[in-house]
């Protein structure tokens, strides 16, 4: 596997030297890093890259995606279109043909449903004795019953609506999930711009994270990363990669946030309270949140047949 370069200090700029990547503190180099054992780089800096380096890594193909220090999608490059041009061809008539689109886009959002019903019935086997797992259990069940609906669906509207639902079913578990430090990572809603509490800011975080990674996989294999199926088509957004991740968000993303409030990896004292309300992530806290990102993607995840 190649590796993600994250940048996540706000005053550092990229530059080459040679055959490396070298980060750059003022007058200080932090660090070098080899062009060839590089897939991606993600910036959260500003100060950005020499147009040298941006040549370089399209010559190598790393993908280079720029996001907010908040984690917010900013914009992505990448050099030469990889895979075959057929492949692409029918994937645009796929997403124009309106069928076929739906018929995709339904079996995204089964899986999406299955992995969100997956993920909570996960914590009623291993914590039946520790919480109280009612709520869960209704909340599986409903998600059960929307699973049966999505095959009677006409059109990407009613689609997005049946989503809607079983996407806020699932949030309202997310205080049932939390087993440690219940006091201070309360979820009352989801909130984006600007996220109003500290799960909603590592959510945020992650999912930007976790879009730009599909986003380079897609684009690894020869498809087209900005022409989705359900998320609408406009300039900048990658919309196939955001369908994708509808599939992802609560095993991979949900599941790992849980696992650093539950097991005391990330606490109160990480993040930033703005006077306007708004929550960030403290500059180190998300060098420690991207290295324990990399190490859970190692691991494999194992699912039960329900």
């Not at 989503?163 to 949030?171: L, P, R, S, Y």
Request: charged fraction near 25%; glycine fraction near 4%; hydrophobic fraction near 40%.
């Amino acid at each position: 596997l190649l590796n993600t370069l994250y940048i996540t200090l706000s005053d550092v700029f990229l530059s080459v030297s040679g055959e490396n990547i070298v980060i750059r503190q003022d007058d200080n180099i932090l660090a070098r890093y080899p062009f060839h054992n590089l897939e991606d780089i993600v910036l959260f800096s500003y100060l950005g890259m020499s147009p040298k380096l941006i040549q370089k890594c399209m010559d190598y193909g790393i993908g280079v995606c720029y996001l907010t220090p908040t984690g917010r999608f900013i914009a992505r490059l990448r050099g030469q279109s990889k895979g075959n041009i057929l492949l692409r061809r029918k994937q645009y008539r796929f997403a124009d043909d309106k069928n076929q689109s739906l018929s995709i886009s339904k079996n995204m959002i089964c899986a999406k449903i299955y992995n969100e019903k997956w993920t909570i019935e996960r914590y009623i086997r291993q914590y039946e004795h520790r919480i109280d797992v009612t709520h869960l259990e209704q909340s599986s069940e409903y998600l059960t019953k929307l699973l049966g609906t999505i095959h009677l669906v006409n059109d990407v509207d009613e689609l997005r609506g049946i989503e809607g639902i079983a996407q806020v079913t699932n949030f309202t578990c997310f205080n049932d999930m939390i087993l440690n430090q219940k006091e201070d990572f309360k979820f009352e809603t989801r909130s984006r711009r600007p996220p109003l509490d500290p799960i909603n800011a590592i959510l945020s975080y992650m999912y930007s994270i976790l879009s730009n990674e599909v986003a380079s996989a897609l684009e690894s294999v020869g498809l087209d990363a900005y022409a989705g199926f359900m998320h609408t088509d406009r300039p900048g957004r990658i919309s196939l990669a955001l369908d994708l991740v509808e599939e992802l968000r609560a095993p991979i993303v949900d599941r790992f946030v849980f696992s650093l409030i539950n097991m005391n990896q990330i606490k109160k004292d990480d993040f930033i309270y703005e006077d306007n309300g708004a929550i960030l992530i403290e500059d180190d806290s998300r060098k420690k949140i991207i290295g324990l990102w990399q190490e859970r993607k190692q691991k494999t995840l194992k699912r039960f047949h329900m």
